[in-house]
């Protein structure tokens, strides 16, 4: 036996002032990273600030866009917020040559060919809700 | 620092409880805890109420548990280390009479999950990690966090589906015996295997269940032991804390939690232990994969012989180190903020004797909690002793 409590729901606007350059680069397949000016620390998940020097003197770099899976897993989960996509979506971590490892959705392969050490290409898309994904598609040796 | 002992301890029937609201389950756990320690309220210092509670129609759930059970005015500080809460919240009343500030804390540690459809319940959970940099672009789930590790450690290491499932079949063991258990019974290791997938590789039966519960510690110093008249106090010997990047890609590898070995270590080295010393310990096994990973961040073995350790039954009662012979969170399940207080409730009466046919035989009498928040986000090593 129970009672509805009363409805509350949250949209955020998140601030996106300064990572500006990240979002933006997400528009065109670009993938952003910040890196330190003073100690070259790169940052990915980009941020505006170096903890290590305590300073705000970072700069933007694009990343490579060329990674290796290190680990993956593909999500029958739909959370609330992405029970309007179909399918199951693979999510995978992958390295690229600056030593920076990236989030992203691997598409055009099946879960079960799938292999930690497997070469992808990064790049991104606005998905048709409006929001944006950074991509990985395997590529095969030719 | 002085000495501090649990002189009391109570734990609520965990599952879905949808015959009762969050302060009504934490009256279970605080009545049980109180009865067992021979006092009441009027002894209590401090009251720590450990909620997650971002599930909850409740913004500050602290107050109203720590009313309706009779604490108002005893505190309550609120503390939340997402699902390490309930040992975060048994820390904090631990330094506070450690330090001499207060002579008795309560340490409530309650959740109510279910109260939300599992979507809601899954992105709230997926959240626990960096909302703006993985959950809005990549819809991650703990579920799929766990996976990530799982996927690293099979590729790294061998670890098998099958060793996975095992971690499950023993779990259930233990949870078919345990009267509080969210699931009381037992499972073939085929039915694991061919569960349904929830994030490859992990299937239903490697995931822990979406539980309601409550559990409460009650610690002392040594002086009130005395004045209590407390017979079988249970001490704490050490307390080790870590925590990692909120960020999975900031992690150096998937195959093990970095949290778990730093806080592990200073555990050890404040109690002066080994890994062997331990008689029986209660792991964190939200995921099956996170129960090998302990085995092994734990040094209850070799860094990537966790599959094998199971495979060898080492953590059954009999073993070489029984591991959550009371289901784990895995069967007994995990209402995030209670889980830290249910596992020292497990082993306050592993080392008092009382655990009945799911005693762990003791030899050095020195049990271990690992607790993780979040996928190592957090991590808390507590070690008793009697």
């Known amino acids: 036996m129970s009672i509805k409590s009363r409805p509350l729901s949250f949209i955020h606007d998140v601030p996106i002032i300064k990572t500006k350059m990240f979002w933006d680069g997400l528009k065109e397949g670009r993938i952003y990273a910040t890196k330190c000016r003073d100690c070259g620390k790169i940052y990915f998940p980009p941020q505006a600030d170096c903890p290590k020097c305590l300073k705000s003197n970072l700069e933007w770099i694009s990343l490579s866009s060329e990674g290796e899976i290190e680990t993956f897993t593909e999500s029958h989960l739909k959370p609330q917020g992405f029970t309007h996509y179909e399918k199951p979506y693979i999510i995978a971590i992958a390295k690229t040559p600056e030593e920076v490892k990236v989030m992203g959705w691997l598409e055009g392969v099946e879960v079960n060919n799938v292999k930690v050490g497997m070469k992808v290409e990064i790049t991104s898309r606005i998905q048709p809700d409006g929001y944006p994904v950074i991509i990985f598609k395997p590529k095969y040796m030719k | ?386």
């Open chain 2, 1 to 386: 620092m002085r000495r501090v002992a649990i002189i009391g301890v109570g734990n609520s029937r965990f599952g879905v409880r949808n015959d009762a609201i969050l302060q009504e389950i934490a009256f279970e756990a605080v009545k049980e805890a109180f009865e067992d320690a021979g006092i009441t309220q009027k002894d209590i210092d401090l009251s720590i109420v450990g909620s997650v509670g971002t599930r909850l129609y409740e913004a500050l759930p602290a107050v109203p548990v720590n009313e309706y059970v009779g604490l108002d005015g005893k505190g309550p500080i609120r503390v939340e280390a997402a699902c390490a809460t309930g040992s975060a919240a048994v820390f904090t009343a631990y330094n506070a009479v450690a330090s001499g500030y207060v002579d008795t804390a309560i340490a409530i540690g309650v959740e109510k999950m279910c109260e939300v459809d599992t979507p809601t319940s899954t992105a709230v959970g997926g959240r626990g990690g960096n909302y703006l940099w993985e959950f809005h672009m990549f819809g991650t789930s703990f579920a799929g966090y766990y996976a990530l590790y799982a996927t690293a450690h099979m590729s790294r290491y061998g670890t098998t589906e099958e060793q996975l499932a095992k971690v499950a079949v023993k779990a259930h063991k233990y949870g078919a015996m345990n009267p509080k258990a969210h699931f009381q019974k037992e499972i073939s290791i085929e039915a694991a295997l061919k569960s349904r997938v929830v994030c490859w590789p992990l299937k239903l039966y490697d995931c822990c269940p979406i539980s309601d519960g409550a559990a409460a510690v009650i610690l002392s110093s040594e002086e009130k032991v005395r004045e209590f008249k407390v017979e079988d106090p249970v001490w704490i010997k050490a307390v080790g804390y870590s925590s990692d990047t909120s960020n999975l890609v900031r992690r150096p590898n998937y195959v093990g939690l970095g949290a778990t070995v730093k806080a592990a270590g200073m555990a050890y080295k404040i109690a002066k232990i080994e890994p062997k010393d331990v008689d029986v310990a209660t792991v964190h096994d939200c995921f099956t994969i996170a129960e090998i990973m302990a085995y092994e961040d734990l040094g209850f073995c070799r860094k990537g012989e966790g599959g094998k350790l199971i495979d060898e039954g080492q953590t059954y009662i009999g073993g070489k180190i029984p591991v959550n012979v009371d289901g784990g969170l895995k069967a007994k399940g995990h209402p995030l903020g209670a889980t830290g207080c249910s596992m020292m409730y497990e082993l306050a009466k592993q080392l008092r004797n009382e655990a009945g046919k799911r005693q762990a035989p003791l030899k050095k009498n020195i049990a271990l909690a690992h607790n993780i928040g979040g996928t190592g986000h957090y991590c808390y090593v507590t070690i008793l002793e009697r």
